[in-house]
């Protein structure tokens, strides 16, 4: 009996030093590269030299959450909320977390059970034709584990948290965009009926002046021609109105449609007339190495080639042998009823080494294909980080070149307004002819129009810049400590 209890205690030492044995070479090492940040020979300052916005302004990432317009602020709180991109992009986050999770889970043990019963009557075959009943039941359980030797079961988690984590920053960058939208389309739904204001100011204008063409007619001071001239003057303005009306409700449901509401719906809110927004804050704009961490888009490519270089790995480790650990513990019992009680109980342990050796080169193949795709990922990524570049110093060049046109036509709008002015008393007095008067006038008008198309240019050209220049660092980086995640780059 010693000598069996000693038997049974060495195996089970065996068995423990096995898994342990196991579980040590799991993990010991991870087949594939490990990923390291390429390393761009960025220029240390953009190209164009950075505007002075407004100096009193404090540096802010979420820029728009200072705006002075309660309109604005509560479109934009609407589009966090119900905006169907941003939703879309939500929706994928839990996906790819769902995702992650299950890949760690297939990577865990697996553990089963099985649940039994059994009854049976026999019959004697004596002439009292006794009857034995006899009942059973059974359990049983069933581990499997495959160990992780070459890592690849390490690297799909890596490739599965970097997915995750990119659908994370591609949710900030709809949500970088979205706001640049919103705000962009109120802006030019501001400035159009501010233009359209302006026209018809200069609406009444005009008829004023053609009233007066028609009281020096009829004083015998004037002519049909001059008469004639300023109608059609007139009905030129008129001509314009519907095109700045309709620009007016295409801005209208494009901020509906932003909001996640069904286009119209914000017509009786957005009809009311509002100065074009101010904003109190800016985001600082850094130098082109800081897009690396600012930009949402730049980050989630990244993370696709993090996600990429571990797939390698994933695709490597199927070179090699697969060791999988299996055990099992049944107990049972038969005899419930007439016949005698007996009680099992079984359990094994067993390890399966399986290896493929040979597949045609299909595994060798896959390899190729992984690094190909981190090569188009890198790629993407160096795209990604160049076109972020380019729409700063677009945008920067955007901006001086707006502020420049509105600060000239500030100054034309005044010479026009001096030069009506002159050419009308001159009109009055006879001391000139009511061309000067028409070509003084619409001079005036188109100024006006070009000016306030100057203003709006601004602003949206401020929002480019801004929205160009991503989200605070911290912002960005969070979503990273949170899920445990370190970025070379960070």
Not at 125 to 149: K, N
Not at 286 to 305: F, K, M, Q, S
Request: with cysteine.
């Amino acid at each position: 009996m010693k000598e069996v209890r000693n038997n049974m205690n060495t195996r089970r030492l065996f068995a423990v030093s096995g898994i342990a044995l196991l579980g040590a070479l799991g993990g010991c090492q991870s087949v594939g590269p490990d990923y390291t940040a390429p390393s761009f020979d960025l220029v240390g300052a953009y190209t164009p030299e950075i505007p002075v916005i407004t100096a009193s302004q404090a540096d802010h990432g979420r820029w728009w959450e200072s705006t002075t317009d309660p309109v604005l602020q509560g479109l934009i709180n609407e589009g966090v909320t119900n905006n169907i991109d941003l939703r879309i992009a939500i929706s994928r986050i839990r996906a790819a977390a769902a995702t992650a999770r299950g890949v760690e889970g297939a990577n865990g043990p697996t553990i089963g059970a099985t649940l039994d019963s059994s009854a049976d009557r026999s019959t004697s075959s004596r002439a009292s034709g006794d009857h034995v009943d006899d009942l059973g039941f059974g359990a049983g359980i069933d581990l499997s584990w495959t160990a992780d030797l070459w890592g690849g079961q390490t690297r799909e988690e890596e490739v599965a948290k970097a997915d995750y984590l990119r659908q994370v920053y591609l949710r900030e960058d709809v949500y970088r965009t979205m706001i640049a939208d919103i705000i962009g389309n109120y802006i030019e739904l501001r400035g159009a009926q501010k233009r359209l204001a302006l026209l018809q100011d200069s609406l009444d204008l005009q008829r004023q002046t053609s009233n007066i063409v028609q009281v020096r007619l009829q004083t015998g001071l004037g002519s049909e021609l001059d008469l004639s001239r300023a109608r059609a003057e007139v009905a030129d303005l008129e001509a314009t109105v519907p095109t700045l009306q309709t620009s007016i409700d295409r801005s209208i449901n494009a901020i509906s449609i932003l909001v996640g509401a069904q286009p119209g719906s914000h017509r009786d809110l957005l009809l009311d007339v509002s100065p074009l927004p101010e904003f109190q804050s800016s985001p600082p704009i850094g130098i082109p190495a800081d897009l690396l961490r600012r930009r949402p888009d730049v980050r989630a490519a990244e993370l696709a080639l993090i996600s990429a270089t571990s797939q390698i790995g994933v695709e490597t480790a199927t070179l090699y042998p697969e060791l999988t650990l299996r055990g099992s513990l049944a107990l049972g019992a038969t005899g419930y009823g007439t016949g005698p009680i007996v009680r099992t109980a079984m359990a094994a342990i067993g390890a399966l080494l399986d290896a493929t050796l040979y597949d045609g080169g299909e595994r060798r193949a896959n390899i190729t294909v992984a690094e190909e795709e981190a090569e188009q990922a890198f790629l993407t990524y160096r795209q990604t980080l160049l076109a972020a570049i380019e729409e700063v110093e677009s945008a920067i060049y955007g901006y001086v070149g707006a502020m420049q046109q509105r600060d000239s036509l500030i100054a034309s709008v005044q010479y026009h307004r001096d030069a009506f002015e002159q050419s009308r008393v001159r009109y009055v007095q006879g001391l000139s002819d009511f061309l000067d008067v028409l070509d003084s006038q619409r001079s005036l008008t188109g100024s006006l129009q070009s000016l306030a198309d100057a203003e709006t240019d601004l602003e949206l050209e401020t929002i480019n810049l801004y929205s160009a220049a991503g989200l605070s660092v911290e912002d960005v980086e969070r979503y990273a400590s949170q899920e445990g995640v370190t970025l070379v780059n960070g």
